[in-house]
T-cell receptor
């Protein structure tokens, strides 16, 4: 079974731009979670989706948003990029809530 | 709120040495506990997990026991290899409608030949 895939793997943007990242979960998994990883703050939870509904959201500004499609694929969007948004963005999927989360390779975003 | 505290390292060992990475947690209810490993330039890989008190998770020679009385989930391996060099993260997921992992800050392990 294929693992979690994320596209693109690397991205360079400039301040003020917006960016959309994509995540395809493991086949059959309906829950998708997003995390931000930075050297200073570590791994922080962004949001989680299940069956196209956001069930939980972390403490990030409204510039960070996401959605999930009927095929369970998910996208996250960051608008008005700031230098501090430079990070590795990780997506994880699980079969249902409270189950183990399996991570993708991440998208490394650099904001200049 | 939920939190995870793990020794930050870095930890440097010689091949075949014994490894312990300490992890303690604070959580509401009865969380599930996890160890993830991250190799350079990659995402997180699940190493092992335990879902209730006294459970022992194990994988690839690594072990960790869920200790409710000490709120701990220490990672151990009897004989490390160079290929074990990576960053190790302890994490928890609380019960209820939480749906998120709370991570420790990670421990960088370097194993020298």
């Amino acid at each position: 079974k294929a693992g979690v895939t994320q596209t693109p793997r690397y991205l360079i943007k400039t301040r003020g731009q917006q960016v959309t990242l994509s995540c395809s979960p493991i086949s059959g998994h309906r829950s998708v979670s997003w995390y931000q990883q930075t050297p200073g703050q570590g791994l922080q939870f962004l949001f989680e989706y299940f069956s196209e509904t956001q069930r939980n959201k972390g403490n990030f500004p409204g510039r960070f948003s996401g959605r999930q499609f009927s095929n369970s694929r998910s996208e996250m969007n960051v608008s008005t990029l700031e230098l501090g948004d430079s990070a590795l963005y990780l997506c994880a999927s699980s079969s249902h809530h409270q189950e183990t989360q399996y991570f993708g390779p991440g998208t490394r975003l650099l904001v200049l | 709120g939920d939190s995870v505290t793990q020794m930050e390292g870095p930890v440097t060992l010689s091949e075949e040495a014994f490894l312990t990475i300490n992890c303690t947690y604070t959580a509401t209810g009865y969380p599930s506990l996890f160890w993830y490993v991250q190799y350079p330039g990659e995402g997180l890989q699940l190493l092992l997990k335990a879902t209730k008190a006294d459970d022992k998770g194990s994988n690839k020679g690594f072990e960790a026991t869920y200790r409710k009385e000490t709120t701990s989930f220490h990672l151990e391996k009897g004989s490390v290899q160079v290929s074990d060099s990576a960053v190790y993260f302890c994490a928890l997921m609380s019960g209820g409608s939480n749906y998120k992992l709370t991570f420790g800050k990670g421990t960088l392990l370097t194993v020298n030949p």
